[in-house]
Structures are given as structure tokens and as C-alpha cells.
């Protein structure tokens, strides 16, 4: 491949150009060297995607190497034959395109076939055999007239394109093998934007350099001279190829790159300092030498970024962009910039020197592989955004309340809450996310259903037949949510269909499920897919089934997808928080139906010892008052060994719960008159430590006549004869799984009393 780019671009190409429109030769070459670069940039990734979707099909890379390579070849030999600029500029096209074809699915084989420990030695020995091309299209191409050399291209491209029978090609990777992270993207987008500078610098002094002997230099044979420095700089790289891949095995390969610009910067400076021939060849092996570890390492490095390898050849051929997309550009550019001076000395110079800065701005731009923001740039404002839209909805459809904040300066801090219901991340996430920083943002946990699709369908009841197929995850992360997985032994039909579907492709219900649930729910004849049609959605995302109620074989798989699942997403908080992030997390995982918190779960224990700061904000509920309320305190926690109890005795005193609480101790009916007599007798009692919802404080005898009024109203208690008595249907709206909500909120302010007083105790 690097054989014919060589012989094409340096030398074959512009001299042809020169016998088709000799006055015009700058300027042709521009044009035709843009749409040339313009044709590999944009073949690759589609070719590489469709590449990798027959290779998950179990259709051999090979197959796509050759048939491009037979266009390729057919069309140089073409080259060869025609005599207009017009046939000729066609032909060159059309071999450009089949090569990208087969370099699309090339390129994918060294990581299908080479272990990652020795990505950057095997990327050294690439470089070395790219050095060997470009060495034998060199010298091809300047000894040789454009014709011959294009035939020899053809057979060249012949006899490599058989070599690859000899390579063997393993099982095409699957989701669960390489599950993407949206932190790869960081370095791959890092990755992209240092190869895109480098590529331009090179392109500008590859597409020039023929001319700049003969225009500048004055030299008696151009493709010699052009042939000479080539082979110059292709001595340094030989020598630092296989070394500095070697080497970037052992250290960051961010570092070799990084350094491999120096040399670059300063030979391309030094073209431009010292324009005289004898000078050329010294600056070209310096040259070399950083050339030779970009080759090596900078194709490593990208190998390393790479988000899923199931994708290798199609998110190659998006990396191959970084490497074409400044070939279109550049030559035009260095035409421009040739063309704003009457001699060509100046012009150079100034060439020179541009190439020289984006050498450097490109390898420096290297460091930052790793560096990764804790938030993508754009997510910020949508972030807010979100922030803003929550906070009102909430404060319109509710009545939410706070007491305390978090200061603005923190710095590797958790914050925890409760777990009741739906409302509770819903109000605080929008808080957090309006007071977040850019450098230290305020990021939530929350359950992984969110990353799939058809949640937004299950949360916007009147959209669902047009959300039902709807995946925000890379917008949701992109916000600062993070996902934990919650349902860890039950989960909706939909959810365990769609995360088998993504391993194994489309299947039948009954290869998925046991036969009773298949039997049970109706599923018989429907595939995954099938699920998120209109006609089942609704069914699917709302049974619940449990994971022995999967096959054998799946279920004993998606166990072992779960258990590494959360310890990634485990790594993943642990991660922000040591780089600064505010991390909001429930650490019960669940909501509790009963009114008793739930044990903490291991993500406490694995964050705490990372956090600098930890904050709680305990939530309660006045489900009893005029209009469901949220109240939630904000305070910092003392004692991290009593996390727990800190939280539970944070929480408000409403009047609902103390309500609750004495209705049940009756055992019988009631008068409004008891009520508020047993209301201010409780007050009274409470421990100091408490924080008790304000307005019951001011007005005891007003609030418990609003929450005797709203009793009635829920259909929880029945007026009859100036007496309340509670019914058998205790149920509440806003906690669905909660079976009687009056037992619910005595049990949780017998929790938080005790708790207050063991905390005020110790």
C-alpha cells in the first residue's frame, strides 16, 4: 500500500502532471492531489464498517482485501494507457478508491490477529514495512518514466494482495468482550486531532517538496533529488521504527509520540533556515527519526483508543480521516500560501515553517491521552440545561424544599441520600447539576435502565409508540449521569432480551427463556426485536421475570456480564471522584417498601476512602400535606463509621410521618381535636437533634388539619360521625410499591427518632 501511495503522490503523479498541462502543473496537481485525499478520506470508514458487520457474519477480511484490490489494479494499469488529463484523473480516482477498500479491511487484521501486549512492537514492524514501500515506491517512481512505474505498482499491489492467505483470521470480537466506555472517545478524539496536525505537516512537505527542487533549487533532476531525501529520511525512520515500538510496549506510548515530534519540528525548520541541497539530506534523516516512531507508535496509540474493537475497521477508517482530511486541505493551502509571493524562496520558507508548528502542536497534543475530562465540553451546557428543565418541572408538579447547600469550593466529594421513590434523585440531580463547575462537575449515579432503550418511553407515557426504540445513553452521559445496575437478580422481559440480543443478534424467545415463561407471558413465535414493536412494548418493559427464569446458558452469562458490569461501573466512580467530581449516590441501590433503609451496598465502602468530602442529603416526604411534598437537608457527615445512622437521623420530621405513627399506637378511630393534641404532644417530645419541616413548628394545629383533610381525600381514612378511621386501602400514588403508606411513614420515623438519639448519644 505505502508503495503505491509513495510512488503516486511524491513523484509518479506530479511528473505525469507536468507532460499533461505544463504551465498549469501547480495548480492541476493541487486539485487532483485534494480529490485524491479527499477519496481515501471519506472510502475507509464506510468501507471498514461494512467490513466489520460481514466479519461479525463470519465473512473473512480477505474478501474485501481483494476485491479492492482488484479495482486498484485494474485502474493503474489504465493509468498507464490513456492519454488526456481527464481519463487520467479518473482512472487515478478509481484505483484510489479500490485501495481504500482494501486498505479499510487491512488495516483491521494486525489487532484481529496480534495481542495487545505487543500492539506497539508489531506497530514498530509495520512501520518498518511501510518504510520498505514507500523505500521501493521511491525508487520505482524516480527511475522509472510515470507509465512503467504505474504498471509496476499493479503487480506490486497483485503479489501483496495473495500474501493474505497466509494470515489467520480469528472469531469477529462481540459486545461483551469489549464493552465501549465513553472515555475512549476522549482518547480517541485526542488520538484524531494530533495525527490530524501531523498529517497536515506532512502532506504539505510531501505534495511540494518535487517542486520546491526544481523551483528552488534548481535541481538538474527533481525526481532524483526528491528520491535522495526521501531515502535520507527513510534511513532515520528504519532506525528508530522498530526501537521506539518496541519501547512503547514498556512506557506510555503518549510520551514516544510526544517526543517523536521534536526532531520532526526542527528538520521541517530547518528546511526552511537552511534551504541549500547539502543541508536537505541531514535535516531528512533527523526527520526520519521522529517519522519512523510516529509510524510505529502513533498507529498503536490508536489501536489503544479504539472504543470497541468489534469496530476496529470502521473506527480505523475514522481515524484514517485525521490522516486524509489534512491531504485535501494541504495541498491547497501550500498552493495559496506559494502563490501570495512573486519568488518561490519565501514561499518555501513559509511552507516550511507552517509544517514545522503543526509537527509540534501535534505530538504535544499526544499528551493528553489519558487526561480525559470528567465531562465532555458540549455536556456542560445541556447539563444545566437539563438542570434548569428538572428543577422546574419539579417545583411545579410538587411542593420541594431545602435546607442547606453545598459550598461551591469541593473537591472530591460523595454525597448521599435516601432511597424512596423516583423523586428523589429527580430533585437533587437538578440542584447539583445547576450549581456544577466546569473543572469539578457534579455528576449522579443512577440505574443503568436509563443507558437502554425505551426508557424514555416508559417515563413519557403519551410519547411511547414514538420513544419506545429511543437509547440516550451517550446524551445522558454526556449530562453527567452514571450508570450502576440496580436490578440485579429481576428485571423486565425487555431488558434481559435486549442485553442477550446484544451478544448474540437477534433470537427467538424460547432460545432465551424457559419454556414456562415463554408459556406464561405469550412470547412464543417473537424474536428480541420484536419486543420493542408497538404490539408487545408495553408488556415487555413491565413483566418482570428473574434471572433463573433464563435459559442455562444465558442466564449463567448474563451473571457474569452483571458481575463485571458493576465492577466497572465501580472503577468508574471510584475514578471521578480521585480526579475531583461531586459523585450523588444512593448507596441502598434500591427503594425500600417498607420505610426501614436499606443496608448500604458496596459501592459506600469502595468510595468513601476516595472522597476528601462527604455530604448528606437526607430526604423525606409529607405525602399527607396539601400537595406531595419533598423536603431534603443538606449537611456535611461527621463520622464516616456511622454514615448510615448520620443519615437516617438527618432526615425532616413531617408532620405525615409523626401522624402515621400515632394512628397506628391507637389501635381505633379518632377527632380532629386528638389529633392536633397528639401532633403538639409529639413536638414536644422529640429529640433536640431532630430537624422538624418548619411549618409543622409554626402552625401544628393548621398543618395536622391539612393532613387529616388530605387522609380523607386519598381514600387512607373515612370521616364518619366526626371520627377518622383508617382504611384497608392504604395505598399512595407517588410509592407504587409501598403497599400501606401509613405503616410505611411510622416505620420510618421510629427509624429516624432512634436513630437521632444513638447519634446524639455518641
Avoid at 472510502?43 to 482485501?65: E, K, N, T
Avoid at 526528491?226 to 528504519?238: D, F, M, P, W, Y
Wanted: glycine content about 8%; overall charge positive.
Amino acid at each position: 500500500m505505502h508503495f503505491q501511495d509513495t510512488a503516486l503522490i511524491a513523484i509518479s503523479v506530479p511528473a505525469a502532471i507536468v507532460r499533461f498541462a505544463p504551465q498549469e502543473h501547480v495548480k492541476v496537481f493541487a486539485v487532483l492531489a485534494a480529490l485524491v485525499s479527499l477519496v481515501s478520506m471519506v472510502i475507509p470508514p464506510l468501507a471498514g464498517a461494512f467490513s466489520d458487520r460481514l466479519r461479525r457474519r463470519g465473512v473473512p477480511r480477505r474478501a474485501f482485501i481483494l476485491g479492492g484490490a482488484a479495482v486498484d489494479v485494474a485502474c493503474l494499469v489504465m493509468m498507464a494507457e490513456v492519454g488526456s488529463l481527464g481519463l487520467f484523473a479518473l482512472f487515478l480516482l478509481l484505483a484510489t478508491l479500490g485501495a481504500n477498500v482494501a486498505l479499510a479491511a487491512y488495516q483491521a487484521l494486525l489487532p484481529d490477529v496480534v495481542p495487545k501486549s505487543l500492539w506497539g512492537t508489531v506497530s514498530g514492524v509495520r512501520g518498518v514495512a511501510m518504510v520498505i514501500g514507500v523505500v521501493g515506491g521511491i525508487a520505482l517512481a524516480a527511475g522509472t518514466y510515470p507509465q512503467t512505474t504505474f504498471i509496476g505498482i499493479a503487480i506490486a499491489i497483485s503479489l501483496g494482495a495473495l500474501t493474505l492467505f497466509a494470515v489467520p483470521e480469528r472469531d469477529a470480537p462481540n459486545e461483551r468482550e469489549d464493552p465501549a466506555h465513553i472515555s475512549d472517545w476522549h482518547d480517541f478524539t485526542v488520538v484524531f486531532v494530533a495525527r490530524l496536525f501531523l498529517a497536515f505537516g506532512l502532506s504539505l512537505l510531501m505534495t511540494f517538496i518535487l517542486y520546491f527542487f526544481r523551483d528552488v533549487l534548481h535541481s538538474g533532476d527533481p525526481k532524483v533529488g526528491t528520491a535522495l531525501v526521501a531515502a535520507a529520511s527513510l534511513v532515520g525512520s528504519i532506525t528508530s521504527a522498530i526501537y521506539l515500538g518496541w519501547l512503547s510496549d514498556r512506557v506510555p506510548r503518549k510520551l514516544v509520540v510526544a517526543a517523536c515530534g521534536i526532531p520532526m519540528t526542527l528538520a521541517a525548520a530547518g528546511f526552511a533556515l537552511l534551504p541549500q541541497e547539502r543541508w536537505m539530506y541531514a535535516f531528512a534523516v533527523l526527520f526520519g527519526i521522529g517519522f519512523g516512531g510516529v509510524l510505529s507508535t502513533g498507529w498503536a496509540l490508536a489501536i489503544d483508543a479504539i472504543p470497541k474493537m468489534r469496530d476496529v475497521a470502521r473506527d480505523l477508517g475514522v481515524w484514517g480521516i485525521a490522516q486524509n482530511f489534512p491531504a485535501v486541505i494541504a495541498p491547497l493551502f501550500g498552493w495559496w500560501l506559494l502563490s501570495l509571493y512573486s519568488t518561490p524562496l519565501p514561499g518555501y520558507r513559509l511552507l516550511f515553517l507552517t509544517a514545522a508548528g503543526t509537527f509540534a502542536i501535534g505530538s504535544m497534543s499526544a499528551l493528553a491521552v489519558g487526561k480525559r475530562p470528567l465531562m465532555p465540553w458540549w455536556g456542560r451546557p445541556f447539563q444545566f440545561a437539563s438542570g434548569l428543565a428538572v428543577w422546574i418541572y419539579v417545583h411545579i408538579a410538587y411542593r420541594v424544599r431545602m435546607w442547606g447547600a453545598l459550598p461551591r469550593k469541593r473537591e472530591s466529594a460523595i454525597v448521599i441520600s435516601n432511597h424512596q421513590n423516583e423523586l428523589d434523585l429527580m430533585g437533587f440531580t437538578a440542584y447539583g447539576f445547576l450549581i456544577s463547575g466546569v473543572r469539578r462537575p457534579f455528576l449522579a449515579a443512577t440505574a443503568k435502565l436509563l443507558f437502554e432503550p425505551g426508557f424514555m418511553a416508559m417515563r413519557i407515557r403519551w410519547l411511547w409508540r414514538a420513544l419506545r426504540n429511543l437509547n440516550m445513553n451517550g446524551f445522558f452521559l454526556a449530562i453527567g449521569l452514571l450508570p450502576i445496575e440496580n436490578e440485579l437478580q429481576s428485571r423486565s422481559i425487555a431488558r434481559w432480551a435486549w442485553s442477550v440480543e446484544r451478544l448474540h443478534g437477534q433470537l427467538p424467545m424460547e432460545a432465551i427463556f424457559k419454556e414456562s415463561v415463554v408459556e406464561r407471558f405469550g412470547l412464543r413465535g417473537l424474536k428480541t426485536r420484536d419486543l420493542f414493536s408497538a404490539a408487545h412494548f408495553k408488556q415487555s418493559t413491565e413483566t418482570y421475570v428473574r434471572i433463573t427464569d433464563l435459559q442455562a446458558k444465558y442466564g449463567k452469562e448474563q451473571l457474569d456480564l452483571m458481575r463485571s458490569g458493576v465492577a466497572e461501573d465501580l472503577d468508574r466512580f471510584e475514578d471521578v471522584v480521585k480526579r475531583g467530581a461531586t459523585l450523588y449516590v444512593t448507596p441502598e441501590g434500591g427503594y425500600t417498601v417498607t420505610g426501614a433503609m436499606l443496608p448500604f451496598r458496596a459501592i459506600w465502602e469502595r468510595l468513601e476512602p476516595s472522597a476528601r468530602e462527604v455530604y448528606i442529603a437526607a430526604i423525606s416526604y409529607d405525602p399527607f400535606a396539601p400537595k406531595f411534598s419533598q423536603l431534603y437537608r443538606v449537611i456535611p457527615l461527621q463520622r464516616r463509621e456511622d454514615a448510615a445512622a448520620e443519615l437516617c437521623a438527618a432526615r425532616p420530621v413531617t408532620v405525615s410521618a409523626l401522624l402515621s405513627a400515632w394512628m397506628l399506637g391507637l389501635g381505633g378511630g379518632f377527632t380532629e381535636s386528638d389529633a392536633v393534641r397528639a401532633m403538639i404532644e409529639s413536638l414536644q417530645r422529640l429529640p433536640k437533634n431532630v430537624f422538624v419541616d418548619p411549618d409543622l413548628v409554626r402552625s401544628p394545629e393548621e398543618v395536622t388539619k391539612q393532613a387529616l383533610a388530605a387522609l380523607v381525600r386519598l381514600r387512607v381514612a373515612i370521616l364518619s360521625d366526626g371520627r377518622y378511621v383508617l382504611t384497608d386501602t392504604r395505598k399512595h400514588a407517588n410509592y407504587p410499591m409501598v403497599e400501606d403508606i401509613v405503616s410505611f411513614q411510622a416505620t420510618f420515623i421510629g427509624e429516624t427518632l432512634a436513630a437521632a438519639e444513638s447519634v446524639q448519644a455518641r
